[in-house]
């Protein structure tokens, strides 16, 4: 069973920041952008998305070092987005942002529900909860105001133009704080948050 729940665990995190990147891109559509459409990103197929390090050897890596009894977290290329296409030039920006992390709330949100009401065999409470805190997790984690995250251009799209040194900097050193962030603890953290999310909506 802990290895079918490994498995389960890395298509679900696959799939919720595919899931994740195809909202981002959608709204980007919408709002009047084509570049995500013209790259072939506004798919579920997983070989559009793909990065090697995020999607296959961060995983690994992370699974070989926690023994499979860790959080194994990851990411995929990021969804190509030209702002200067945006019809909404004002708030396009913070729309397409906030898409993705929503998506994976409300998707952890619904199988959450699910735990809640109905009254589930044990392998599918295993896996509708896998499903609730990798969504959780990878919306907290999208939110951290640290570049390339959505958390990010949220907030400076909402903070006035005085602040804009701050941006520079933070993108400056963004890799470092990306990392440091990633192996100094964030991991725990996220996952922590997500887990608190899960029993507060699940009961």
Do not use: C
Request: hydrophobic share 55%; aromatic share 16%; proline share 6%.
């Amino acid at each position: 069973m802990e290895v079918i729940v490994v498995i389960f665990s890395l298509i679900v995190l696959l799939l919720s920041i595919i899931i994740h990147e195809l909202a981002h891109g959608s709204v980007a559509f919408y709002l009047g952008d084509p570049t995500a459409k013209h790259a072939g990103r506004l798919t579920l197929n997983p070989l559009k998305h793909l990065d090697l390090f995020g999607s296959i050897i961060l995983p690994l890596v992370l699974f070989i070092v926690t023994a499979g009894n860790g959080p194994i977290f990851g990411w995929t290329k990021p969804v190509p987005i030209n702002p200067y296409n945006f019809r909404d030039q004002k708030w396009g920006v913070l729309k397409v942002s906030i898409a993705g992390p929503t998506t994976n709330f409300l998707i952890a949100t619904f199988f959450s529900l699910l735990i809640r009401f109905f009254t589930l065999s044990d392998p599918l409470l295993i896996l509708f909860g896998i499903i609730a805190v990798y969504n959780f997790a990878w919306g907290i984690f999208n939110l951290i105001p640290i570049p390339p995250l959505d958390g990010f251009h949220i907030l400076f799209t909402l903070l006035p133009e005085k602040w804009t040194g701050l941006k520079i900097s933070l993108r400056r050193y963004s890799l470092f704080l990306f990392f440091a962030f990633l192996f100094l603890g964030g991991i725990n953290l996220i996952f922590w948050g997500a887990n608190i999310l899960f029993i507060l909506i699940a009961g």
